[in-house]
Every structure is written in C-alpha cells, then in structure tokens.
T-cell receptor, first 113, second 113 residues
Framework: GNSVTQMEGPVTLSEEAFLTINCTYT??????LFWYVQYPGEGLQLLLK?????DKGSNKGFEATYRKETTSFHLEKGSVQVSDSAVYFC????????????FGAGTQVVVTP | EAGVAQSPRYKIIEKRQSVAFWCNPI?????LYWYQQILGQGPKLLIQ????????DSQLPKDRFSAERLKGVDSTLKIQPAKLEDSAVYLC???????????FGPGTRLLVL
C-alpha cells in the first residue's frame, strides 16, 4: 500500500535560517506528491505539489522536487520567517488509490525571532 | 471562488451524546472527504464520497459514525453516541477528481467530556 514518512518535529529555527523537512514515500501506481501547511487553529492549505518525476513544486519561497530514484519529496526554504511557524504535512495520492490521500504524521516548525 | 465551508467550528458535548457536522464543498467538486485529526497526528480518512456514492469507508467506525451526502453536494457526519476518544478536529475536504488537489475546510474542533 501507499505510505508517507516524514521527519519528526519539532524543528526549531532562527529567522532567516535554512529549512529542510525530509519526506519519503512508498507507492503503487504513479503518485502525485503534495505538501500541505496547517497554521494553528486552521485547516490544511496546499503549499505546493508535483505530479511526475523531476517536477519541482514551488510556492511562497518553498520548493520540493519529486525524486523517483530516491522516492523522496523534501521540502526546503532558504530563509524562514516567524510567519512560517506551522505544521507541515507531506502527502501522496496515486493512480490506483481512487483519489485517496495518504498523509505523513506532520512536522511542526517553530521559527524564533 | 468560495472555499470548503464547515460548521460548527467548535463543539463541546458529554460522552454518550450525539453530534453532527456539516460540510459544503467547493462548487463542482465531485469528491468529498471526511477526516479525523487527533492532536499531534496527520489526518485520518474516515469516508470518501464520489458524488453521492461512498468510495471508501473502511476506517469509519460504523457502530457510532455515519455520514451522508444527499444530492451529491453537502454532507453531514454524525457521531452517536460519542466517546471520549472522539475528541479531535474533523476536517472536510473536496477535490475535482482522482489525483486532484484536495482543498480543506477550517475543521470542526470536537471536545467530548
């Protein structure tokens, strides 16, 4: 079956530091990969996505590249802000899962001034 | 474009009581999902609808949880009777089809005392 593994948090960083959150996956079929962000008290918001190998998703300074050879989709941002403090979820859906998403456990990121 | 709407935002009930949540998906989205998110965890799919038919309800505790999507638009999720372990955020999401991005509502935070 499909699964997503992401690094445990919390990840604590100073403002302007470089952020990496690791995400690896196993999937049957052809997966699409997503990063969602959840701010306190809110639902999940799509941050970026990639639908095929070597695609790079990007949004708000965040980037992630779909690496089929390493089955990874690591999230990166070069210079974080306090407003990036949130929980980040890696997720996938695949051609044989009928739209069902598999989410990772989430990684909490705390950015301090 | 209006997002996914959910109500109520918060609910506090005593164990053994019943509760219902409502979701209105993005207009035109055929697929609707209900998730349970326990504090510190990723969303867990409870049920997935395609139009008004159930695609996946394998993780729905059917002895106490029920859901319906009449006319293929709005949906309600009911818990009867509630248990302490049902305390969680209940998220509704919708998508335009298989492998398409899921868009989430703000969630309903349920506390069972």
């Amino acid at each position: 079956g499909n699964s997503v593994t992401q690094m445990e948090g919390p990840v604590t960083l100073s403002e302007e530091a470089f952020l990496t959150i690791n995400c690896t996956y196993t999937a049957t079929g052809y997966p699409s990969l997503f990063w969602y962000v959840q701010y306190p008290g809110e639902g999940l918001q799509l941050l970026l996505k990639a639908t095929k190998a070597d695609d790079k998703g990007s949004n708000k300074g965040f980037e992630a590249t779909y690496r089929k050879e390493t089955t990874s989709f690591h999230l990166e941002k070069g210079s974080v802000q306090v407003s990036d403090s949130a929980v980040y979820f890696c997720a996938l859906t695949s051609t044989d899962s009928w739209g069902k998403f598999q989410f990772g456990a989430g990684t909490q990121v705390v950015v301090t001034p | 474009e209006a997002g996914v709407a959910q109500s109520p935002r918060y609910k506090i009930i005593e164990k053994r009581q019943s509760v219902a949540f409502w979701c209105n998906p993005i207009s035109g989205h055929a697929t609707l999902y209900w998730y349970q998110q326990i504090l510190g965890q990723g969303p867990k799919l409870l049920i997935q609808f395609q139009n008004n038919g159930v695609v996946d309800d394998s993780q729905l505790p059917k002895d106490r949880f029920s859901a319906e999507r009449l006319k293929g638009v709005d949906s309600t999720l009911k818990i009867q009777p509630a248990k302490l372990e049902d305390s969680a955020v209940y998220l509704c999401a919708s998508s335009g089809g298989s492998r398409e991005t899921q868009y989430f509502g703000p969630g309903t935070r349920l506390l069972v005392l």
